[in-house]
């Protein structure tokens, strides 16, 4: 009985247009998300783009983008895998 939970592997799906496509809305919610959230943003570090970034990047940094990022990965694995799961991708 216990050998037979531990042999079973997980779903794992292979990358294919339709994930990225996940992962990408899944990174932009987070940014849209963290635009609102974040109390003090635009105290550390710019970013590059300097003044041609986007309304919604005006007072975002680096650090703010890489937090919003590293969400929106930690969400996109978290729907890639219950969407591959579930049988939808």
């Known amino acids: 009985m216990i050998y037979s939970i531990l042999a079973t592997t997980p779903t794992t799906i292979e990358w294919s247009p339709t994930v990225g496509l996940v992962m990408i809305l899944c990174n932009v919610f987070a940014i849209i998300v ?22 919604i990047l005006k007072k975002f940094g680096f650090a703010e983008l890489l937090a919003t990022t590293s969400f929106g990965h930690i969400l996109g694995a978290g729907f890639i895998l219950g969407l591959a799961n579930a049988g939808i991708l």
């Open 34 to 55: 963290g635009r609102f959230a974040i109390k003090n943003a635009g105290v550390g570090p710019d970013l590059p783009a300097g003044e041609s970034k986007p309304d």
